[in-house]
Nanobody
Framework: VQLVESGGGLVQAGGSLRLSCAAS????????MGWYRQGPGKDRDLVAS???????YYADSVEGRFTISRDNAKTTLFLQMNSLRPEDTAMYYC??????????????????WGQGTQVTVSS
């Protein structure tokens, strides 16, 4: 599976961005998809995920501001980010899991990663 992110950039606090992730290759193997982020000097953390059955998870820090979605073919994943804050500044990575089970994204590391797209929020 190959994953290519796009949509990052520089935005002022309070603004919005929409990230996209295009999947290719053995997409039939994808069960779940999600977004991670890694800020300067920080760990890479799960931001949001959507399972094969449609179960959605958001980290507390983005709940109510970010919305994850995907197309039915599981070839494209989106992350709509509203009310952005300087602390949202990070490299954002698309990720996929092939293991079945609705809570896999919260329990296991992904099988595949994208290269990342930078999001910078100025104050």
């Amino acid at each position: 599976v190959q994953l290519v992110e796009s949509g990052g950039g520089l935005v002022q606090a309070g603004g919005s961005l929409r990230l996209s992730c295009a999947a290719s290759g053995t997409i039939f193997s994808i069960k779940h998809m999600g977004w991670y982020r890694q800020g300067p000097g920080k760990d890479r953390d799960l931001v949001a995920s959507i399972s094969q059955g449609g179960t959605i998870y958001y980290a507390d820090s983005v709940e109510g501001r970010f919305t994850i979605s995907r197309d039915n073919a599981k070839t494209t994943l989106f992350l709509q980010m509203n009310s952005l804050r300087p602390e949202d500044t990070a490299m954002y990575y698309c990720a996929t899991w092939g293991l079945g089970g609705e809570y896999v994204p919260r329990l296991y590391m992904p099988d595949y990663w994208g290269q990342g797209t930078q999001v910078t929020v100025s104050s």
